[in-house]
């Protein structure tokens, strides 16, 4: 069992990962129930960035959103989270996202179906929850999750899109396929009349090869790696602007 405060760090690290591929904003949230008590969950507070929350930063509320430790408020749409853990014990893990590309499926009235490879966890198809409101109160959540169902993801119309997978890491990896499906399938419809989607026999075929523990860690892998070196360059840059600065000034002395 992962020990609390590292559970906390890949949430954080997750959070700003979603973030910096544009899945979420100023706004979107990702939990997971808490080791050894499946009644709590960590997510991240209402008023800190998403692209610099950090393990310390997250809370932990009960499945009513209830605050039962941390400082900071949860987000207002905790309730999208709390309903479904609820709903599915098989979950432990819910990301709510505002991914681009698949919102507009949602505008359009046009089903996401599988087309490409790691497309094929959404092979039981992804609802729509019709409703643009924020899911603020227990009664949204509720519908939110009855509209999910037993599925991997849903569209919320006009808004965004509910995730949910086995862990932090694999709810992540889920983010990432769904809207890397989106815009496939978006390409495609751009480029011709026909979008040939994956049959059930390709689908099953296609998830048992790749929904596997070393592909879900590589994903994950590459994207913090792409962090750490987008921070290098950060820091390099810094670097630089100091150097050039002390150059500057030791030329006008």
């Avoid at 949910?164 to 709810?171: I, K």
């Avoid at 390709?202 to 596997?212: G, M, P, Q, S, T």
């Amino acid at each position: 069992m992962q020990d609390l405060d590292s559970l906390k760090a890949d949430l954080a690290t997750a959070i700003r990962l979603l973030t910096a591929e544009g899945l979420m904003d100023f706004n979107g949230h990702l939990s997971v129930r808490t080791p050894g008590d499946p009644n709590k969950i960590l997510i991240n507070p209402r008023s800190v960035s998403r692209t610099s929350v950090t393990g310390g930063d997250i809370v932990t509320t009960d499945l009513r959103g209830a605050l039962v430790d941390g400082k900071l408020d949860p987000p207002s749409e905790t309730p999208i989270h709390t309903a479904i853990y609820r709903l599915r014990p098989d979950v432990v893990s819910v990301a709510h996202i505002h991914p681009a590309i698949a919102t507009a499926f949602s505008i359009a009235e046009t089903p996401i179906v599988p087309v490409f490879t790691l497309g094929c966890l959404f092979g039981d198809g992804v609802p729509v929850f019709d409703k643009p409101d924020l899911v603020r109160t227990d009664a949204l959540g509720d519908e939110l999750a009855e509209v999910l169902g037993a599925r991997r993801a849903a569209l919320m119309r006009g808004h965004g899109a509910v995730v949910v997978g086995e862990g932090v890491v694999e709810c992540f990896n889920a983010c990432i396929w769904l809207e890397e499906n989106a815009k496939k399938q978006l390409t495609a419809r751009q480029l011709g009349n026909v979008v040939h989607a994956f049959s059930p026999d390709e689908i099953a075929r296609v998830k048992n090869d790749l929904w596997r523990p070393e592909v879900i860690r590589k994903t994950w892998d590459y994207y913090t790696a792409k962090e750490r070196t987008g921070d290098a360059r950060v820091d390099r840059a810094k670097t630089r602007g100091k150097s050039a600065s002390a150059r500057a000034a030791r030329t006008r002395k």
